[in-house]
């Protein structure tokens, strides 16, 4: 048998038709569905709650209606973002009609340095793929830097998977993720566990299989990172500067030109002067108990100087869990709103929105024009790098606050 990646083992268990032109039927074993039982604890992003109910488990195929389904695939599950037909198709059928993508490996080798996270991992590769980079693949993430991440900081990694054009993105299941699901409310138990564990033990890429795209980036070289622009891609070192648009090559120049204009930005500006106004924590980006941690651990005892800041847990049971752990007055104590878990200010939701011009640090994943409220400015941070801004009112380098 010829050696095969992660997503080939996943990819075919669970064809259950393949037509010549190469169109497939995949079985789908979970298909999340957007509800809101509000009153529930266990309520919240379904891409959090997912995991932590132990819906999501290693070579699955997951679906939900919703692009940053990618998450998932930090447990070493196949999983997507579908449309409303295709929503349709697998409540009628259990199957969703697929095209094979190709195979992308994105390598982070060696050691972060400190404060440098998940979330500057994963925007860090987006700057060098672009948002392009990853169409028509889906892309395993690999290396000692990804295999020393948390299964929270894994999530974070997957879920921008998206961002980068990719299908999907997929981490090979170990130690760390068995022990994170084992005893969930929906994982298997007594004979069904070890069954369930010695097939997820064959979920890893096989030595010499083909990978048609590969990048590898060394985890000493990435900094904390933030957005300029008004795509992930325009993502620099918080010690760099706003880029000047003739910079850039071919199209790019008109759209970084028009990033800077909307964004409000002068060419050759440090990304440390810019000021700001609003701060948001959450989204299925960084909105676990990992994430509040580290932004509470820059905050402790301090008081921030932004306009307004708000903490959006990403469930009933990260906020309950924050509370119990003295996260939550931390958060009160500094001047931040405290809310109840849900999307929030990710993508506008409610009254959480930006007004015109105003400008936010922000833990979520997209920074589009309007994404945040209407002629909105969003800057794409990690949590720590979000509250060392709420602090000192400017983009800042958290490393300096550490």
């Known amino acids: 048998m010829s050696p095969k990646t992660l997503y080939d083992k996943i990819w075919d ?12 039927l995949l079985y789908i074993d979970r298909h999340l569905v957007h509800e809101y039982p509000v009153s529930d604890v266990r309520q919240g992003i379904v891409h959090i709650v997912g995991p932590e109910q132990g819906w999501t488990l290693p070579g699955m195929t997951v679906v939900c209606g919703d692009s940053h389904t990618a998450t998932h ?36 080798t060696g050691k972060l340095r400190p404060g440098v996270t998940a979330k500057d991992i994963t925007l860090s590769v987006i700057g060098a793929t672009g948002t392009a980079g990853g169409t028509g693949y889906v892309i395993e993430y690999c290396g ?22 990719a299908r999907a993105g997929l981490i090979a299941p170990d130690e760390k993720t ?9 994982a298997p138990k007594g004979a069904a566990w070890e069954a369930a564990l010695s097939y997820w033990q064959t979920l890893y890429t096989d030595e010499g299989a083909h990978f ?16 300029w622009g008004t795509s992930p891609e325009d993502v620099l070192p918080i010690t760099a500067t706003v880029p000047a648009p003739e910079s850039f090559k071919g199209g790019k120049v008109e759209a970084a030109q028009r990033s800077l204009d909307y964004m409000g930005l002068t060419a050759g500006q440090k ?12 989204s299925c980006t960084n909105g676990r108990i990992e994430d509040l941690r580290a932004a509470a651990e820059i905050l402790k005892g ?9 903490v959006v847990p990403g469930s009933g049971l990260v906020r309950a869990q924050a509370e119990e752990e003295g996260l939550a007055q931390i958060f009160i104590d500094a001047g931040f709103e405290w809310r109840l878990a849900g999307c929030s200010m990710c993508l506008a939701m409610n009254p959480d929105q930006l007004s015109e011009g105003e400008r936010c640090a922000s833990t979520s994943n997209r920074n589009f024009e309007g994404r945040q409220g209407y002629k909105g400015r969003t800057h794409l941070v990690s949590p720590a790098m979000a509250a060392a801004a709420a602090i000192t009112g400017h983009l800042t380098d958290v490393r300096e606050m550490m």
Do not use: W
Request: charged share 30%; proline share 2%; hydrophobic share 40%.
């Open 13 to 24: 268990a669970h064809v259950a038709h393949e037509s010549e032109d190469g169109t497939c």
């Open 73 to 108: 695939g930090a447990f070493g599950s196949l999983a997507h973002g579908i449309g409303t037909s295709e929503v349709e198709h697998v409540l009628a059928t259990q199957t969703l009609i697929q095209k094979k993508s190709k195979n992308m490996k994105v390598e982070i």
């Open 144 to 165: 000692e830097a990804i295999r020393d991440l948390s299964m929270e900081g894994r999530m974070t990694v997957c879920n921008m998977a998206i961002e980068g054009g």
């Open 178 to 186: 068995f022990e994170y699901v084992k005893g969930r409310p929906h």
């Open 212 to 227: 048609d795209k590969v990048i590898t980036i060394k985890g000493e070289d990435i900094a904390p990172v933030v957005t």
């Open 271 to 282: 990304l440390t002067d810019i000021e700001i106004d609003t701060v948001f924590i959450g």
């Open 302 to 310: 301090k008081k921030i100087k932004v306009k307004r800041a708000m």
